[in-house]
Nanobody
């Protein structure tokens, strides 16, 4: 059973940084062929796209970087210059070449002074 487990969320002050991780397990297909993307959902709002590969939402241009460690089957989202409005639950999504996709359970990011 495919599982994605996010971690690295927490409380950070405005202007701070966080690195989120998304560890994938429970499958035999090649992790390197998948597309890893990140989304977020703030209270009372719909889930929205954050970033994947080299594509970033306008709100995150210049502030986030995606990377992955194929050996660890883990993707990362480095977020810098965090703002109060970045407070949300952040989710990772893994998409196979055939279009099948999987979601993690999310990790809370709170930006507050």
């Amino acid at each position: 059973q495919v599982q994605l487990r996010e971690s690295g969320g927490g409380l950070v002050q405005p202007g701070g940084s966080l690195r989120l991780s998304c560890a994938a397990s429970g499958f035999t297909f090649s992790f390197s062929t998948t597309t890893m993307s990140w989304y977020r959902q703030a209270p009372g709002k719909e889930r929205e796209f954050v970033a994947k590969s080299t594509a970033y939402a306008d709100a995150f241009q210049g502030r986030v970087t995606i990377s992955r460690d194929v050996n660890k089957k883990t993707a990362y989202l480095q977020m810098n210059s965090l703002k109060v409005e970045d407070t949300a639950v952040y989710y990772c999504k893994m998409t196979r070449p055939d279009g099948a996709s999987y979601w993690g359970q999310g990790t809370q990011v709170t930006v507050s002074s």
